[in-house]
């Protein structure tokens, strides 16, 4: 999977994204 940033995807924050955050 790309590097979704959570802030791309507010519908799916628990791909891992909030570890980046």
């Known amino acids: 999977m790309p590097a ?3 802030l791309e ?3 799916r924050p ?6 980046e955050l």
């Open 9 to 11: 995807y507010p519908i």
């Open 14 to 19: 628990n791909l891992g994204e909030l570890q």
């Open 4 to 6: 979704l940033h959570g």
